[in-house]
């Protein structure tokens, strides 16, 4: 048996509410998953459960629990099922099958402690549609089972008392919300963090010519943008650059072997967020820019996933469509480094001693001082630079 | 396939990337992406939009005549005939 629990959607959450299971208890997952839907400051996030077995005991719905706790328990294939009251199980007349105390330590912790009435799958399903907390309503049922009658009546009551207003708009943000996350994060970023920064100016014209060549044979619809090119030139770099790729949590600094590169993506109605791309060095481009324009989808209309948002090792920023020259950043904790890119533009540029009109990048870096130091930082970046001169070295898997 | 008809299914493809985007308020005539806030990936959905919408495979190197409503209109114009 193992508990699946509230996952740290980013370092600045510390509540999640669950708003709608995606699975019955009972029901088999497998690693990858996606269970529930969490509402956190980001919005409404898929939450993905990394065990394999059988769900069962499934936190209530609405109601707001800490980072860590219990959401559900999974039991591997095999495993004897322990009595405990459960969705499934409790049966209020009956005697438990064990004492209490035998239930286990999640019997302690918040969610799945609390005994729930029995509730019919069919009225759980319609229950969560509406945004009801099946288990507060009395049932009406075989042994006070609520169901799906229940919950319709509930739903059709004018103000009913049971009813939790739990559903958000996928993809919907608060902006007031949006903005305390990103002050608290950004506030302790520049209260822990050390910053140093570092800018270089990266030739682009045989990245761009080559991007040009290979998007004159492409379809639209596969076509690939600038943007995609330096995301996958940082993840190569760091790979000769640890201490730049990893988060530091509690004083120790855990380098990362996979490169997940955050992209901070701007949303419509304000505010931004940052979720991964996984493991980028190891992707094509063409395989990296159809993941980029998924998750921008995902990020304006809903859909995120929670590994996106708890994955990052990096985080890259590109505010090249809004015209700046460079973007100094504000490292993302617990990441230790974040990488800026200003727009494409054509500057002087001294070639072989003469001055020619260049399509010029900058490339920044802004890292944590309590893990490098600028030696190490402008080499990353003059890797990074290099890189950006031999595109088809990008190009594919490695 | 009349003017009025791609017209309104060039705003129609805008508006699935920027939904905040009141047609009413669209100066036709002037620049496109200083009216709408466009980024590149934004763009790159708009140009998708098209193709879905009017089958034509615009090349990025006619993106530079795409810069306003009409300009777009017309250059679809040209190429539907």
Same mark, same amino acid.
């Given at each position: 048996?193992a508990?699946?629990?509230?996952?740290?959607?980013g370092?600045?959450?510390?509540v999640g509410?669950?708003?709608?299971?995606?699975v019955?208890?009972g029901d088999?997952?497998?690693?990858?998953?996606?269970?529930a839907?969490?509402?956190?400051?980001?919005?409404?996030i898929?939450?993905?459960?990394f065990?394999?077995?059988?769900i069962?005991?499934?936190?209530?719905l609405?109601?707001?629990?800490s980072?860590?706790a219990?959401?559900?328990?999974?039991?591997?294939?095999g495993?004897?099922?322990?009595a405990?009251p459960?969705?499934?199980?409790?049966?209020?007349?009956?005697?438990?099958?064990?004492?209490p105390a035998?239930?286990?330590?999640a019997?302690?912790?918040?969610a799945g402690?609390?005994p729930?009435a029995?509730?019919?799958?069919?009225?759980r399903?319609r229950?969560?549609?509406r945004?009801?907390?099946?288990?507060?309503?009395c049932g009406?049922?075989?042994?006070g089972a609520?169901?799906?009658?229940?919950?319709?009546?509930?739903?059709?009551?004018?103000q009913?008392?049971?009813?939790?207003?739990?559903?958000?708009?996928?993809g919907?943000f608060?902006?007031?919300l949006?903005?305390?996350a990103i002050?608290?994060?950004?506030g302790?970023?520049k209260?822990?963090?050390?910053?140093?920064y570092?800018?270089?100016?990266?030739?682009?014209?045989?990245a761009?010519?080559?991007l040009?060549d290979g998007?004159?044979?492409?379809?639209?619809?596969?076509r690939l943008?600038?943007?995609?090119?330096?995301?996958?030139a940082?993840?190569?770099?760091?790979?000769?650059f640890p201490?730049?790729?990893?988060?530091?949590?509690?004083?120790?600094?855990r380098?990362?072997s996979a490169v997940?590169?955050?992209v901070?993506?701007?949303?419509r109605?304000g505010?931004l967020?940052?979720?991964?791309l996984?493991?980028?060095?190891?992707?094509?481009?063409?395989l990296?820019?159809?993941e980029?324009?998924d998750?921008?989808?995902r990020?304006?209309a809903?859909?995120?996933?929670?590994s996106e948002?708890?994955?990052?090792?990096?985080?890259?920023?590109n505010l090249?469509?809004?015209?700046?020259?460079?973007?100094f950043g504000?490292?993302?904790p617990?990441q230790?480094?974040l990488?800026?890119f200003?727009?494409?533009?054509?500057r002087?540029?001294?070639d072989?001693?003469?001055?020619?009109?260049?399509?010029?990048?900058?490339?920044?870096?802004?890292?944590?001082h309590?893990?490098?130091?600028g030696?190490?930082?402008?080499?990353?970046l003059?890797?990074?630079?290099d890189?950006? +001169?031999?595109?088809?070295a990008?190009q594919?898997?490695? | 396939?009349?003017?009025? +008809?791609?017209?309104?299914?060039?705003?129609?493809?805008?508006q699935?990337?920027?939904?905040e985007?009141e047609?009413?308020e669209?100066?036709?005539? +002037?620049?496109?992406?200083d009216?709408v806030?466009l980024?590149?990936?934004d763009?790159?959905?708009?140009?998708?939009?098209?193709?879905e919408?009017?089958?034509?495979d615009i090349?990025?190197t006619?993106y530079?005549q795409?810069t306003?409503?009409?300009?777009?209109?017309?250059?679809l114009?040209?190429?539907?005939?």
């Amino acid at each position: 048996m193992a508990e699946f629990t509230m996952p740290a959607l980013g370092a600045d959450m510390e509540v999640g509410k669950v708003v709608e299971w995606r699975v019955r208890p009972g029901d088999r997952v497998r690693p990858g998953d996606v269970v529930a839907v969490v509402e956190t400051h980001k919005g409404a996030i898929d939450v993905e459960c990394f065990l394999d077995g059988v769900i069962d005991d499934l936190a209530p719905l609405g109601k707001e629990l800490s980072v860590g706790a219990v959401l559900a328990q999974v039991r591997a294939a095999g495993e004897p099922r322990v009595a405990r009251p459960s969705v499934a199980q409790a049966v209020p007349v009956a005697a438990p099958a064990e004492p209490p105390a035998a239930a286990g330590p999640a019997a302690t912790v918040v969610a799945g402690a609390v005994p729930r009435a029995k509730v019919s799958p069919a009225a759980r399903r319609r229950a969560a549609e509406r945004g009801i907390d099946a288990d507060a309503l009395c049932g009406t049922g075989a042994d006070g089972a609520v169901t799906l009658a229940d919950v319709e009546s509930a739903a059709c009551a004018p103000q009913p008392a049971t009813a939790t207003p739990v559903r958000v708009a996928r993809g919907g943000f608060d902006p007031t919300l949006m903005r305390q996350a990103i002050a608290a994060a950004m506030g302790r970023s520049k209260r822990e963090i050390p910053h140093y920064y570092l800018a270089e100016p990266v030739p682009m014209r045989r990245a761009l010519d080559w991007l040009r060549d290979g998007n004159a044979r492409r379809p639209v619809t596969e076509r690939l943008l600038p943007a995609v090119l330096p995301i996958k030139a940082v993840a190569l770099a760091l790979r000769d650059f640890p201490e730049l790729n990893g988060v530091l949590e509690s004083g120790v600094f855990r380098p990362s072997s996979a490169v997940h590169v955050g992209v901070a993506i701007s949303l419509r109605a304000g505010g931004l967020i940052a979720p991964a791309l996984h493991d980028v060095a190891g992707k094509p481009l063409e395989l990296l820019m159809r993941e980029l324009a998924d998750l921008v989808r995902r990020c304006r209309a809903g859909g995120l996933r929670s590994s996106e948002l708890s994955d990052p090792t990096v985080t890259v920023t590109n505010l090249g469509d809004q015209g700046v020259e460079a973007v100094f950043g504000v490292i993302y904790p617990p990441q230790v480094a974040l990488v800026g890119f200003g727009r494409i533009a054509a500057r002087p540029w001294v070639d072989g001693g003469i001055v020619v009109a260049m399509p010029m990048l900058t490339a920044t870096l802004c890292a944590d001082h309590r893990v490098s130091d600028g030696h190490r930082g402008a080499l990353f970046l003059a890797r990074l630079r290099d890189l950006l +001169q031999r595109p088809e070295a990008l190009q594919g898997a490695s | 396939m009349d003017e009025a +008809q791609i017209r309104g299914g060039v705003i129609a493809a805008i508006q699935a990337v920027a939904p905040e985007l009141e047609p009413d308020e669209l100066q036709a005539s +002037q620049p496109l992406r200083d009216q709408v806030d466009l980024d590149s990936m934004d763009w790159l959905n708009v140009i998708v939009g098209f193709h879905e919408r009017f089958a034509v495979d615009i090349p990025e190197t006619d993106y530079a005549q795409l810069t306003s409503l009409d300009a777009i209109v017309a250059y679809l114009r040209a190429r539907l005939r």
